[in-house]
């Protein structure tokens, strides 16, 4: 019997936990990014159902559907399924044609089983029943059971009048569906930990506006393009909203910071001015907060002190820093997995011609602040102002 694939269970995690009517509202989310996801991709589906803290995507396609589901935010995993009625028989005839379509030979294998609704046979029935036959129908494959850690499951979900049956699971990305937070401004440099941070407010919920400053003549002019290469990778894992980027010249406005403060303060003052700008930014956008990539000690700047001194600049929107407690080696795992490691590796981050030998790691707020007495701000403002603006997607509407 040939297998044909014609659904795919997705699942999520902690929508299931919410009120009723919170949980509505995010399934909604989840799926109008799950079609938005498919379309993109080119997969073609004839549906999106949600069933009992389930979805389903009906599409012949379901393989490449459940691969590209598994990426949405909010999803937990995915698993391409075959469809039948909730009949003993042709669950059992249906599973066995799975198994011998995916099961390696010499493994070990368990049978889940687990039912919604009122039917003529238990969960415990299918497992024995449809264990019993791979067994005997597969004997060619020297398979064994094993209950407790099978290398290789087949699984039966029945709900009500129809029953769904796989081997393979994907894992999802997590986290919440886009746009069940508001928006936040993610500040992204070329380099590797901010790309991270940004993803991780996206993951879970948030809209991100990217904000990326142009050091030029500090650094090199091609940083821009990477920059917008790099977050054109980013806002791919939005759907369905617009995702803004906003260029702003940074560079100029340092040469005068320069003259008036002391050198081994200058990535402090740096920080503040970028802070203020994100904050600008976030009025005009109407985000919630600003995100950056530090990590608490990598760098001189990022001392708990120094991001102290540097948060101080701006006290009406939360700074968050979602990698604040990661290792650089979790940190290049993490890009290699969400696909932003190649951006870094261009070498372009880190090269910042303003950066002092001896940087300050214990900066005092009142010495910065009196420093600052002699700096125009006003300069801040004029460069957000001069801001070139890229759409990297629109916002059209998903149904
Ligand atoms: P990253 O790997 O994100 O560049 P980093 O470890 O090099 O971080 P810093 O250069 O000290 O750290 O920057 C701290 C944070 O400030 C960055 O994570 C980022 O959020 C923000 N930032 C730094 N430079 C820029 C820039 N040119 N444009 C936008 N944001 C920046
Ligand atoms: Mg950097």
Redesign the pocket.
Known sequence: MAVQYSSVLVRYGEIAIKSDRTRRRMTSLLTRSIRGALREHSVTFKKVRVEYGRIFVDSDQAERAAEVTSQVFGVVSTSPVVVTDANLDIIVEQGLALARANFKEGLTFAVGARRVGTHDFTSQEVREILGARILKELADLNLRVNLSNPEQLIYVEVRNNLAYIFTDTVKGAGGMPTGSQGKVVC?????????I?AYKVMKRGCIPVF?????FPY?SSQ?KDL?IRQVRHLAGYVYGYEVKLYIIP?GEGMMCVQESCPAKLI?IFC?RN?LRMARLVAIKENADAI?????IG??A??TSRNLRVTDAAVCDYPILRPCAGDDKVEIEHFAAKIGTYKF?EEGL??C?GLVPDYPSIHADLETVENAEKNIDLSILNEQVENAEVIILRSGKSLS
């Open positions: 500040t992204v440099s070329t380099g590797l930990d901010s790309p941070a904000v990326h400053f142009d050091m650094s940083c920059a940074h990535c920080r970028m995100v950056t990539g530090e990590i990598e760098q700047s990022q870094a981050s880190g910042c």
